[in-house]
């Protein structure tokens, strides 16, 4: 049942009842906010170009305007995907009776696992051969360098009849120990698992008819689904991120054929997968680079909007920024390969794939976005810097309808999936969070800088100290500083624009407060994985 935070959304859960009223509101709602959205961003243009602006006006207007720019193009991607998922996302295929009469296709299933312990691989091992599917052979690809663990691995393997594969040399990576195994298989499909991903039984019976019945399908990709979401406040907002990219967005990725691989859950075609030379090595976000390749190739894509596969997810700080820093350093710098290939060979992929690519590619660009409209209200309030010429009643009239229809628009889209608000709204404010883990992540990945490949730690929910946040705090500070001097001069003369961007830090100081709300858990710190994450943004 949809949870009912927002009273709006009571009311269209009632008349969304009717499936076609549902389907008639939501894509209703997607319209209008992308008009809206097109409004404003026509009066922000408009505004920009205007006269009056002073150099140091001029260098922020840029900053503000490039903010916007980055929640403009994400927001019209998010309302064009909620439109396709609504009217052309069908599943595919019916599997109920498909081997019936038909040979099963050989699967191998690769459990990739990198110094994991021995609960977690067993959980997801004993899952692998409780899978209804007789023609399977299950590899434990384990890349690990504390012996003690290579030791635990290698007898749950002995136990379970499965096979085991060390290299002493870890080229590549993930991406590395699938490709050493790739052509000593001989296998049609390849199911990938991450070490704490279980499957259930009938995954295989499910996936595996639609490649079959698709000769040209490289791939399809299952969602990932957090079952510790309830452990931690972290963990649950961490739940909400991915419900947004697994609902809507990935539908409509899957309907313009430019759904990627997402390393995990996901059956390939393995014919395909050597085509192109196996899986790319050179990016810590191998399976974005990959699916690139792959719908370079000529080859499509399938998101099968199913949960087969349960899961761990971050439950404390240090772990979600590990987990962050790797998904957004590693997708920048694919972004930056896929604008040398879009002027290079523009015509391998459709226009529609391109943006949806671009689309995925930018959206890590969110820190630094953030960091942008935060700055502006600061530089006003303090040194009456004005990135924005217009007169503030034009810009309320024109600002809140955008603001309206397209928060609306979110919470309809999800609320309309069964996904709670409240937990959606928690999942935005982590995303704001974490931006100087993104602004760092992206001028990594701009200037080359390496970093290491570290996998998800799991667990550890606890006290994180304070040194997590001090980018968030320091911005705190200064945001509260602006605001007690905007109030100081308000009080001599009255100025709707310093009205606005008194509320707008206020509204920036509330979202950085919270992470007093995702700081505490328990009341003992993970100190294992802060001096992980330490180590990790060190190397």
């Not at 109920?96 to 050989?106: A, D, G, I, S, T």
């Not at 608000?421 to 982590?430: N, S």
């Not at 007690?484 to 008194?502: E, P, S």
Request: aromatic residues 18%.
């Amino acid at each position: 049942m949809i949870p009912m935070e927002l009273p709006i959304l009571k009311v269209i859960y009632i008349v969304t009842m009717n499936k076609r009223r549902g389907y008639i509101i939501l894509i209703s709602t997607a319209i209008i906010a992308l008009l809206f959205i097109c409004i404003y961003l026509t009066f922000r243009f408009f505004v920009f170009f205007a006269e009056g602006y002073s150099l140091l006006d001029r260098i922020f207007a840029i900053c503000l305007l490039l903010g916007e720019l980055f929640f403009f193009i994400h927001g019209i991607g998010y309302s064009i995907d909620v439109i396709k998922a609504s009217r052309r996302y069908r599943e595919e295929f019916d599997s109920q009776h498909y081997f019936l009469n038909v040979k099963e296709p050989k699967v191998a299933v690769f459990i990739t696992a990198y110094n994991e312990d021995a609960d977690t691989l067993e959980n997801t091992i004993s899952a692998c051969t409780l899978m209804d599917y007789k023609n399977k052979q299950i590899y434990l690809l384990d890349d690990s360098t504390r012996p003690e663990l290579m030791r635990t691995s290698k007898t749950l393997t002995e136990k379970y009849g499965i096979e085991y594969v060390h290299r002493e040399n870890r080229r590549g990576f993930k991406a590395g120990a699938i490709n050493d195994m790739l052509n000593g298989i001989d296998a049609q499909y390849l199911l990938i698992l991450d070490a704490d991903q279980r499957p259930g039984y009938n995954f295989l019976r499910e996936v595996v008819p639609t490649l079959e019945e698709k000769p040209k399908l490289a791939f399809v990709q299952t969602p990932q689904y957090y079952v510790n979401r309830d452990s931690s406040k972290v963990s649950n907002a961490a739940s909400a991120q991915q419900s947004t990219f697994y609902a809507n967005v990935s539908e409509g990725k899957s309907v313009s054929n430019a759904m990627f691989a997402c390393g995990t859950n996901i059956v390939l075609r393995v014919s395909a997968l050597k085509d192109i030379g196996g899986f790319d090595e050179e990016s810590v976000t191998e399976d974005f680079a990959t699916s690139f390749k792959l719908h370079e190739r000529g080859y499509s894509s399938y998101y099968y909007n199913n949960v087969f596969v349960e899961g761990d997810g971050p439950a404390s700080i240090p772990g979600y920024y590990m987990q962050q820093m790797r998904w957004a350093y590693g997708t920048i710098g694919i972004f930056k390969k896929l604008l040398k290939e879009l002027f290079r060979h523009p015509r391998r992929l459709t226009p529609v794939q391109w943006w949806e690519y671009i689309l995925s590619g930018t959206w890590y660009f969110v820190g630094w976005a953030f960091f942008f409209m935060m700055i502006c209200p600061v530089a006003y309030l303090l040194f009456e810097i004005r990135p924005l010429l217009a007169e503030p009643y034009i810009y309320v009239v024109a600002y809140l309808p955008y603001l309206l229809f397209s928060t609306l628009q979110f919470f309809v889209s999800m609320s309309m999936r069964g996904f709670s608000a409240k937990d959606q709204w928690f999942g935005q404010i982590l995303t704001y969070l974490t931006f100087p883990i993104y602004m760092l992540a992206a001028t990594y990945a701009l200037i080359n800088k390496k970093i290491p490949f570290v996998v998800t730690p799991k667990g550890g929910s606890g006290k994180s100290p304070l040194t997590c946040f001090w980018p968030q705090i320091a911005m705190m500070l200064i945001i509260f500083f602006s605001v007690a001097v905007g109030i100081w001069k308000f009080v001599q003369q009255f100025d709707l624009a310093l009205i606005i961007n008194i509320l707008w830090s206020f509204y920036y100081l509330i979202l950085l407060s919270m992470f007093l709300y995702f700081r505490r858990d328990a009341e003992e710190p993970s100190l294992y994985y802060v001096d992980m994450f330490e180590e990790f943004v060190r190397e």
